[in-house]
């Protein structure tokens, strides 16, 4: 148990979700589907932070920077992005007391909430406890991470914490990490690159749950 927060309950989750629903099942139920080979990290990102806002993304954990949408070149080179729109280019660090383009002081309200599954279960589990969870927020991004898990974004701009917060835990019974929780946490980069070269495939692409 991380902090409070619930552990993960396979039996809970198999009785739940449509076993017949998979990764392929979610990839055919995408609004939007990418069949080339050509970048679309950018067209996303402007589908899902309307206007100009400040980003924070990264290229690792520790190399970072936050700069409005129209200042970003080629994201999809980069692995991480804070899936909600920056208040300020930098805060304050709470370590040190420092400033950075990557703090919690420094990221604005809560636009997504990211599902991490992070557990052995596999895509096709993954995908459908994603459209499962798709019942109480609109769903509008799942992507793989390029190592073992998907990343479910929610639609959940102007949700209090305190009604939010029983959507996370029962994310977390079915198999979701907390982690992102933190509205400062990084997300993988939709479509964007892994430090191993492997692509952020967007597997579920549908900006209408933005509206």
Not at 27 to 42: A, C, N, Q, V
Not at 65 to 84: N, V
Not at 153 to 158: A, D, I, N, P, R
Request: contains cysteine.
């Amino acid at each position: 148990m991380k902090s409070g927060w619930p552990k993960a309950n396979p039996e809970k989750r198999a009785g739940l979700i449509d076993p017949k629903f998979g990764l392929y099942d979610l990839w055919e139920s995408s609004p939007i589907r990418f069949d080339d080979d050509k970048p679309h990290t950018l067209k996303i990102l402007k589908a899902l932070f309307l206007g100009d806002p400040l980003l924070c993304c990264g290229w690792s954990m520790k190399r970072f920077d936050t700069r409005r949408l129209s200042e970003w070149e080629h994201p999809e080179r980069m692995q991480f992005i804070t899936p909600s729109p920056m208040s300020a280019k930098y805060g304050t660090r709470k370590s040190d007391g420092g400033q950075s383009a990557h703090t919690l002081s420094n990221t604005g309200a809560r636009r997504f909430m990211v599902v991490d599954y992070d557990d052995h279960a596999g895509g096709d589990i993954h995908a459908s406890t994603s459209m499962y969870l798709a019942q109480r927020y609109p769903l509008a991004l799942v992507l793989h991470s390029g190592g073992k898990s998907l990343h479910a974004w929610y639609y959940v701009q102007g949700i209090p914490d305190a009604e939010l917060r029983p959507f996370v835990s029962h994310a977390c019974e079915l198999g979701g990490d907390p982690a992102l929780w933190t509205r400062s946490q990084f997300a993988r980069m939709p479509d964007g690159t892994r430090d191993s070269g492997r692509k952020q495939t967007v597997y579920y692409f549908n900006p209408e749950a933005t509206k």
